[in-house]
């Protein structure tokens, strides 16, 4: 299941959510553009519509796990015509939100844990910014593969650990100027990010103990005979520190963790440093596109 930490924060959050998902549309969309690509061969195109090709027996089945509040649920359900979206958070206030925005019969939502679900069978899962907080990416993308039919494809989005890189660069400028010693998490954040469990987090924001492109490419490699990841960069500007570390802390894209108290002095200090080292503050994303497909017939 994800940090319970993570799940208070994001709960705490459920609404305010989307007016600082500046970051989490682009990579939805750009997911989106990354999925059909690889479903081409099973879709039709009318109109700029797309519906699942007609020769399918059956209605063409989308699992989301972590829908949060809709946000790429309706860009799904847009693309997909034909299809059925069942979107499952383990946050009860995102789902809330999410079935009071949606009204579409070929949407249903659900509160689980979408690291165990167990049963059903899907032709895509798909998923936009929300892996990197399992505990187990390998467990969690074993268990996706087994959901899916077969020529069914797993799709999702993934920040990885060089977001966050120039407040992370200004923690630690900040800090050797006040003659701080060891490793200190951020704050103002949903908490350090679980992925990594049993190992520290090499940096100051707690986005640095996310999987890189390596190790996520090892657990796709052993729960998919064919699978890819891409990777984007998108960047954003804030008026200030403390503006930046709002969105970090409604969005949930890991930029702090607890345990680090931001007194006025200490913001003042990180402001300096990241304008001094960077010029603004201009924050970096960086987000891995996955895709991994199961064999028709099943198996590997």
């Not at 996520?216 to 500007?237: G, K, L, N, T």
């Not at 003042?268 to 596109?289: D, K, N, P, S």
Request: glycine letters at 12%.
């Amino acid at each position: 299941m994800v940090d319970p930490v993570v799940l208070r924060r994001f709960s705490a959050g459920a609404a305010r959510y989307e007016a600082h998902a500046h970051t989490q549309r682009l990579s939805a969309r750009d997911l989106l553009a990354y999925t059909r690509e690889w479903l081409a061969p099973f879709l039709r195109t009318d109109d700029g519509i797309v519906e699942p090709a007609p020769d399918r027996e059956r209605a063409f089945r989308i699992l989301e796990p972590g829908c949060g509040t809709g946000l790429y649920t309706c860009m799904l359900l847009d693309a997909f015509r034909g299809a059925s979206v069942f979107g499952v958070d383990i946050s009860e206030a995102m789902v809330r939100v999410a079935k009071r925005r949606i009204d579409d019969p070929r949407a249903r939502f659900a509160v689980a844990d979408a690291e165990e679900i167990a049963t059903g069978r899907y032709d895509l899962v798909t998923s936009n910014a929300t892996f990197q907080w399992f505990l187990s990416l390998p467990r969690t993308l074993a268990r996706m593969a087994s959901l899916l039919s077969g020529g069914g494809v797993l799709t999702f989005s993934f920040f990885g650990p060089e977001t966050y890189a120039e407040l992370d660069d200004a923690m630690r400028a900040a800090a050797v100027r006040r003659g701080a010693e060891g490793r200190v998490a951020a704050a103002d954040g949903p908490g350090r990010s679980s992925v990594g469990a049993g190992r520290d987090a090499p940096g100051f924001v707690a986005a640095t103990g996310f999987h890189s492109r390596e190790e996520i490419a090892e657990s796709m490699a052993a729960a998919f005979p064919r699978w890819e990841i891409d990777e984007r960069r998108y960047r954003q500007e804030f008026p200030t520190v403390a503006d930046l570390l709002r969105s970090i802390r409604y969005t949930g894209t890991g930029g702090g963790g607890a345990g680090y108290s931001w007194s006025p002095g200490r913001l003042a200090r990180v402001e300096e440093a990241y304008r001094g080292r960077h010029g603004r503050i201009r924050a970096t994303y960086q987000v891995f596109l996955c895709r991994g497909v199961i064999p028709e017939g099943g198996g590997r």
